[in-house]
């Protein structure tokens, strides 16, 4: 195919990756005839857009557990907010991603980060990191499954994680209350509040439509947030409010160019 013909491609190659359940540079490369180079330039650009995770010598499919049901893709503002949550990681960090969907939507962008030491309660985010090209070293809690956050929480999951201490903290919220802080529907805030202790950095990620959102349960409070990550429709009333806490705001945007 020429490289006019590069959308068909990768739409071909996720066909085939969806029917194998595993596909290799060097397979993609003889069947559509051209470089291997090219095959590794067309993987990168569908594990940025969250349709694969690529590994060593080709790629696999995205795990469903961690994207959801299909019908809900990641929308493009979870992506833009993971990408700039990844852009915040150096090299050889210690980090810790707490579960849900906007945190998860940063994994097939890390594959590309050298020496990381990931701790989460997430099984499908560590299902996830499994699968990653460059695997980091990967920590769980443990302690009990919680079906409703579909995570593990509980004291001996806050027990190990006060056995180490981390350079930053990747977490969501359901709201973010503009006087109090990140708020959530889950009764269980221990683990969070826990996680916090123990990094250097908090950086909440959160879509901004969650901004000014009250809900009854306060997770961390503004005190406890360095960063926090959302995107670029946020109020101007908003910004200022949240600036003036001495937060470090990112707005991030939608990337509008599609990578050939």
């Given at each position: ?139 769980m809690t443990g302690g009990t499954w919680d079906p409703h956050s579909e995570s593990f929480q509980g004291q001996v999951a806050e027990q190990v994680l006060r056995s180490y201490d981390f350079d930053q903290l990747f977490i969501g919220a359901d709201g973010i209350d503009l006087q109090r802080g990140t708020t959530t529907f889950n009764e269980l805030l221990g683990l969070s509040r826990v996680m916090a202790e123990v ?62």
């Amino acid at each position: 195919m020429s490289k006019r013909n590069t959308p068909q491609r990768r739409h071909a190659i996720l066909a085939l990756l969806n029917e194998q359940g595993e596909v290799s540079v060097d397979e993609l490369s003889r069947r559509f005839e051209t470089s291997e180079v090219t095959i590794r330039k067309d993987l990168a650009a569908l594990e940025k857009n969250g349709l694969l995770l690529r590994r060593y010598g080709g790629a696999v499919p995205l795990p469903q557990e961690l994207i959801g049901d299909s019908a809900q893709p990641v929308s493009l503002w979870k992506q833009a907010i993971a990408r700039a949550a990844v852009g915040c990681i150096r090299e050889h960090a210690r980090i810790i991603i707490d579960s849900g969907t906007t945190t998860a939507a940063m994994i097939p962008q890390l594959g590309h980060t050298h020496g990381l030491l990931v701790m989460t309660n997430s099984l499908s985010v560590a299902n996830a990191l499994r699968e990653l090209e460059h695997e980091p070293t990967l920590l769980m809690t443990g302690g009990t499954w919680d079906p409703h956050s579909e995570s593990f929480q509980g004291q001996v999951a806050e027990q190990v994680l006060r056995s180490y201490d981390f350079d930053q903290l990747f977490i969501g919220a359901d709201g973010i209350d503009l006087q109090r802080g990140t708020t959530t529907f889950n009764e269980l805030l221990g683990l969070s509040r826990v996680m916090a202790e123990v990094a250097r950095e908090v950086i909440v990620l959160a879509e901004s439509d969650k901004i000014g959102r009250r809900i009854p349960n306060l997770e961390l409070p503004w005190g406890d947030i360095h960063t926090l990550i959302t995107d670029e429709r946020l109020t101007t009333e908003a910004r200022s409010s949240i600036q003036a806490r001495g937060i470090k705001l990112i707005c991030a945007a939608v990337e509008t160019h599609q990578e050939t």
